[in-house]
């Protein structure tokens, strides 16, 4: 068993890129894939949308991006994850070689798998003249008659890709207009051996042992058409949430939920790029995605550490929680940070700087009664109490704390006794 810091679940350009940052921070980390790098780019030819490249091929842009993260010492590791469960403050990932590694974050960059037509010969003709990949297949069907399924970029780049080799093209969508951009549109419908077909649909796949023929709903007529290959391009099913033993919150389609961090609802653990819930799925967005994912989970690791410290008592698991509903605020030097009077609702505790706190005298002048600084908290008296703030509390240095709200710091103190006491008994002293 080996122990990581953050363990990076897919190999694609938002693993890669995920990858790339905690090296550079180093952080002990790991990416596992059981396909090793590159991701669903290695399928695609030409990509002429990521900034400072005006066009590269897939699989030379992700050789890149592989080569830098390794670079800066990234561990990668081709095997794949067959479960991820949580214990106490630590995640267990189960490998399918049947070992076990344990990580304190988690992120997920595991994209999605192609979605099949459903239609009869789908998966009979599978490899015999059915394709998800153009790049992988295309060189199979010189001057071959083909179809292209989708409306899609995908469908449209990978259309654009088999215009090399076959020598008639059938572009298939079952709406009357493309969604793929237009400058995708007007490359391939230009060319005079496309022919665009919509609406329409597959009806059945079918030749005897390869593809020789589709049936297509054109119009609410169906008729049979000679073709060799079949590409379909119709979106993808995103893959993850069956890893984890816990429930992990998604979307209706699968597509895994977080917040701007890419925080999941289980503490610890993040989703970036093709596998969560978001508007575009772009190589752009995945990188995107995978920095903020990393940048929090390293912050995450670091406040799970003050956590444990903070609170030695409380579950390890209640330790998490904590850790990863925390925010992270910085007062410059005189600046209040909470003033008597005020409302009670969170807890500060003091990772940088210090503190000096004041009270209001009988006579209304302040007087100094404390100073605090790094790993001591302020503002459980109000939590305890139900009261508002006795004291003034400002920055006698520049200042950085973490912050619980009230619910999470009432989770706290329910679940141990030992924390419960602790803190009571601060606050008895402060009162």
Same mark, same amino acid.
């Given at each position: 068993?080996?122990?990581?810091?953050?363990?990076?679940?897919?190999?694609?350009?938002?693993?890669? =890129?995920?990858?790339?940052?905690?090296?550079?921070?180093?952080?002990?980390?790991?990416?596992?894939?059981?396909?090793?790098?590159?991701?669903? $780019? !290695?399928?695609?030819?030409?990509?002429?949308?990521?900034?400072?490249?005006?066009?590269?091929?897939?699989?030379?842009?992700?050789? %890149?991006?592989? *080569?830098?993260?390794?670079?800066?010492?990234? /561990?990668?590791?081709?095997?794949?994850?067959? /479960?991820?469960?949580?214990?106490?403050?630590?995640?267990?990932?189960?490998?399918?070689?049947?070992?076990?590694?344990?990580?304190?974050?988690? $992120?997920?960059?595991?994209?999605?798998?192609?979605?099949?037509?459903?239609?009869?010969?789908?998966? *009979?003709? @599978?490899?015999?003249?059915?394709?998800?990949?153009?790049?992988?297949?295309?060189?199979?069907? %010189?001057? +071959?008659?083909?179809?292209?399924?989708?409306?899609?970029?995908?469908?449209?780049?990978?259309?654009?890709?088999?215009?090399?080799?076959?020598? /008639?093209?059938?572009?298939?969508?079952?709406? &009357?207009?493309?969604?793929?951009?237009? $400058?995708? #549109?007007?490359?391939?419908?230009?060319?005079?051996?496309?022919?665009?077909?919509?609406? +329409?649909?597959?009806? *059945?796949?079918?030749?005897?042992?390869?593809? #020789?023929?589709?049936?297509?709903?054109?119009?609410?007529? $169906? %008729?049979?058409?000679?073709?060799?290959?079949?590409?379909?391009?119709?979106?993808?099913?995103?893959?993850?949430?069956?890893?984890?033993?816990?429930?992990?919150?998604?979307?209706?389609?699968?597509?895994?939920?977080?917040?701007? @961090?890419?925080?999941?609802?289980?503490?610890?653990?993040?989703?970036?790029?093709?596998?969560?819930?978001? !508007?575009?799925? #772009?190589?752009?967005?995945?990188?995107?995605?995978?920095?903020?994912?990393?940048?929090? +989970?390293?912050?995450?690791?670091?406040?799970?550490?003050?956590?444990?410290?903070?609170?030695?008592?409380?579950?390890? *698991?209640?330790?998490?929680? &904590?850790?990863?509903?925390?925010?992270?605020?910085?007062?410059?030097?005189?600046?209040?940070?909470?003033?008597?009077?005020?409302?009670?609702?969170?807890?500060?505790?003091?990772?940088?700087?210090?503190?000096?706190?004041?009270?209001?005298?009988?006579?209304?002048?302040?007087?100094?009664?404390?100073?605090?600084?790094?790993?001591?908290?302020?503002?459980?008296?109000?939590?305890?109490?139900?009261?508002?703030? @006795?004291?003034?509390?400002?920055?006698?240095?520049?200042?950085?704390?973490?912050?619980?709200?009230?619910?999470?710091?009432?989770?706290?103190?329910?679940?141990?006794?030992?924390? +419960? @006491?602790?803190?009571?008994?601060?606050?008895? =002293?402060?009162?």
């Amino acid at each position: 068993m080996a122990e990581f810091d953050v363990a990076i679940i897919g190999g694609g350009p938002a693993g890669l =890129t995920a990858g790339l940052y905690a090296a550079r921070a180093n952080m002990n980390a790991v990416l596992f894939d059981a396909k090793g790098v590159g991701g669903e $780019i !290695l399928n695609t030819d030409l990509i002429e949308d990521y900034p400072g490249f005006a066009s590269i091929t897939g699989r030379e842009l992700a050789e %890149k991006m592989a *080569e830098h993260a390794t670079k800066f010492g990234l /561990k990668v590791e081709i095997q794949g994850v067959t /479960k991820v469960s949580s214990d106490g403050d630590r995640k267990i990932l189960e490998m399918a070689d049947g070992t076990t590694h344990t990580a304190a974050a988690v $992120i997920l960059t595991v994209g999605g798998e192609p979605i099949k037509l459903g239609v009869p010969g789908e998966e *009979e003709f @599978n490899g015999k003249g059915v394709s998800y990949c153009a790049v992988c297949d295309g060189a199979f069907f %010189k001057g +071959a008659d083909l179809a292209v399924v989708g409306g899609g970029d995908s469908a449209f780049q990978e259309g654009l890709f088999l215009t090399r080799f076959g020598k /008639k093209l059938y572009v298939i969508h079952r709406r &009357s207009t493309y969604r793929a951009q237009a $400058i995708l #549109q007007e490359r391939l419908l230009s060319i005079d051996m496309v022919e665009p077909l919509t609406p +329409a649909t597959i009806k *059945e796949i079918g030749g005897e042992n390869i593809v #020789q023929w589709m049936d297509v709903d054109h119009d609410g007529v $169906i %008729k049979r058409i000679p073709v060799d290959g079949v590409f379909i391009f119709v979106g993808f099913k995103p893959l993850g949430r069956e890893l984890f033993e816990e429930h992990i919150d998604h979307d209706k389609d699968g597509y895994i939920l977080t917040d701007s @961090n890419m925080r999941t609802n289980i503490p610890g653990v993040y989703a970036a790029g093709d596998c969560r819930a978001q !508007l575009a799925r #772009q190589i752009t967005t995945a990188v995107g995605d995978a920095t903020t994912a990393l940048l929090h +989970a390293e912050r995450y690791i670091e406040e799970l550490k003050h956590a444990r410290k903070m609170f030695p008592n409380a579950p390890r *698991e209640v330790v998490a929680m &904590s850790a990863s509903r925390m925010d992270t605020l910085r007062f410059a030097a005189d600046a209040t940070i909470i003033a008597e009077g005020a409302a009670a609702d969170r807890l500060y505790v003091i990772t940088q700087g210090r503190v000096v706190v004041t009270r209001t005298g009988a006579d209304g002048a302040e007087a100094e009664i404390n100073r605090l600084g790094p790993g001591d908290y302020f503002g459980e008296v109000g939590l305890l109490t139900g009261a508002s703030r @006795n004291a003034t509390v400002k920055a006698a240095t520049p200042v950085e704390v973490l912050v619980l709200n009230k619910d999470t710091f009432a989770t706290l103190v329910q679940s141990s006794q030992a924390t +419960a @006491n602790e803190l009571r008994m601060v606050a008895e =002293t402060r009162r």
